[in-house]
T-cell receptor, first 114, second 117 residues
Framework: DAKTTQPNSMESNEEEPVHLPCNHS???????IHWYRQLPSQGPEYVIH???SNVNNRMASLAIAEDRKSSTLILHRATLRDAAVYYC???????????????FGEGTQLTVNP | GAVVSQHPSWVICKSGTSVKIECRSL??????MFWYRQFPKQSLMLMAT?????????EQGVEKDKFLINHASLTLSTLTVTSAHPEDSSFYIC?????????????FGPGTRLTVL
């Protein structure tokens, strides 16, 4: 499985944008990029995913580099409730359709300062 | 989004006893559910894939006789930790996908915190 690399931790201030980076230099052409987050003492929740084009949803935006070797999760206005561990996960297209497992890395612990 | 529940949310048991954790998909049917374990300050580690009507698939290093999985219906999977020991204390989380919603998103339960004394 292709590997992702994320910073261990990041800090931001409330109501400011946050850019969470993820490197995936060994990504294959059929790997989707998924982001999940885990709030303290809870199960993870889906944030966003994409393949090649940038994606936006109500929670965040996903910016994917042209060579796909990196991506950035963007929280446009961080709130205290966004403090969580953010996981960047690659998933092969065959896993997308078969619904197979997610492999979690260490993720980035985001701290949001009031 | 779809909802996955777990019961109990936390449990404390004595060493040597068995504990059953339930995972339910509340508003969708899930032919496949996943069980993860998470130790403090660590990431989630997949333990097994639970398949409705068939045997679970365990990850390497996970003892199938110790962690019994039963996926008896399309909305319920159970994980039984047999003869629990303090080293089994952990946060157990299940997840499932809803094929009707495209299947790309996995929905996670709130987790069950197990403490073995």
């Amino acid at each position: 499985d292709a590997k992702t690399t994320q910073p261990n931790s990041m800090e931001s201030n409330e109501e400011e944008p946050v850019h969470l980076p993820c490197n995936h230099s060994t990504i294959s052409g059929t790997d989707y990029i998924h982001w999940y987050r885990q709030l303290p003492s809870q199960g993870p929740e889906y944030v966003i995913h994409g393949l090649t084009s940038n994606v936006n949803n109500r929670m965040a935006s996903l910016a994917i580099a042209e060579d796909r070797k990196s991506s950035t999760l963007i929280l446009h206005r961080a709130t205290l409730r966004d403090a969580a561990v953010y996981y960047c996960i690659l998933r092969a297209v065959r896993e997308e359709t078969s619904g197979s497992r997610l492999t979690f890395g260490e993720g980035t612990q985001l701290t949001v300062n009031p | 989004g779809a909802v996955v529940s777990q019961h109990p949310s936390w449990v404390i048991c004595k060493s040597g006893t068995s504990v059953k954790i339930e995972c339910r998909s509340l508003d969708f049917q899930a032919t496949t559910m996943f069980w993860y374990r998470q130790f403090p300050k660590q990431s989630l580690m997949l333990m097994a894939t639970s398949n409705e009507g068939s045997k679970a698939t365990y990850e390497q290093g996970v003892e199938k006789d110790k962690f019994l999985i039963n996926h008896a219906s399309l909305t319920l999977s159970t994980l039984t930790v047999t003869s629990a020991h303090p080293e089994d204390s952990s946060f157990y989380i299940c997840s499932a996908r809803d094929p009707q919603r495209g299947g790309y998103e996995q929905f996670f339960g709130p987790g069950t915190r197990l403490t073995v004394l």
